[in-house]
């Protein structure tokens, strides 16, 4: 036992875990900035546009805002940009569902495998490896707090355009 011993860490072996934390932070800061959408688009839409109940799934989240980009009249100027954040988020969704919704296989100071179990035809279930280099979980990370700041300044137009 090491009872009054400081307990010895293995650096080397944090990179992985702050690489998929770093992930999962910033994610939780793009479906917050939807999620804010989504309330505008609730609180001041009618219509077919809204259902009675406000989508959980992130695809149908991404879909309602879509459809709400291309027929809400008071979005017409943002559109376009709308549109291609949508785009940005449907890329970085598939990142963060490796990241967050595998197990993690093996993994060392420089790769993660992670084991992703799918569904097939007739409900069987079979699990794929992904391999992923520290570096690159690293650098999505980075570029996902990057979208979250340009989504931040969107949403702004977004509150705007509805008069907020």
Same mark, same amino acid.
């Given at each position: 036992?090491?009872?009054?011993?400081?307990?010895?860490?293995?650096?080397?072996?944090? +990179?992985?875990?702050?690489?998929?934390?770093?992930?999962? @932070?910033?994610?939780?800061?793009?479906?917050?900035?939807?999620?804010?959408?989504?309330?505008?688009?609730?609180?001041?839409?009618?219509?077919?546009?809204?259902?009675?109940?406000?989508?959980?799934?992130?695809?149908?989240?991404? =879909?309602? /805002?879509?459809?709400?980009?291309? *027929? =809400?009249?008071?979005? +017409?100027?943002?559109?376009?940009?709308?549109?291609?954040?949508?785009?940005?988020? +449907?890329?970085?969704?598939?990142?963060?569902?490796?990241?967050?919704? +595998? *197990?993690?296989?093996?993994?060392?100071?420089? *790769?993660?495998?992670?084991?992703?179990?799918?569904?097939?035809?007739?409900?069987?279930?079979?699990?794929?490896?992904?391999? !992923?280099? !520290?570096?690159?979980?690293?650098?999505?990370?980075?570029?996902?707090?990057?979208? @979250?700041?340009?989504?931040? /300044?969107? !949403?702004?137009?977004? =509150?705007? @355009?509805?008069?907020?």
């Amino acid at each position: 036992m090491n009872a009054g011993k400081p307990v010895r860490r293995r650096r080397n072996l944090d +990179s992985p875990y702050l690489a998929i934390g770093r992930l999962a @932070a910033n994610w939780a800061h793009i479906e917050y900035e939807l999620d804010h959408c989504l309330l505008l688009i609730y609180s001041n839409c009618h219509g077919e546009l809204v259902k009675k109940r406000c989508p959980i799934l992130f695809r149908h989240k991404l =879909e309602l /805002f879509k459809k709400a980009l291309n *027929t =809400e009249q008071r979005l +017409s100027n943002l559109t376009k940009s709308g549109l291609e954040i949508a785009t940005k988020m +449907s890329r970085l969704v598939q990142h963060r569902h490796n990241a967050l919704h +595998s *197990t993690i296989w093996k993994f060392n100071s420089s *790769t993660i495998i992670f084991a992703k179990r799918e569904w097939g035809d007739g409900r069987v279930p079979s699990w794929r490896l992904i391999t !992923v280099q !520290v570096a690159q979980l690293e650098k999505r990370g980075k570029a996902m707090e990057d979208f @979250a700041f340009e989504l931040g /300044f969107f !949403v702004a137009q977004f =509150e705007c @355009a509805f008069g907020k």
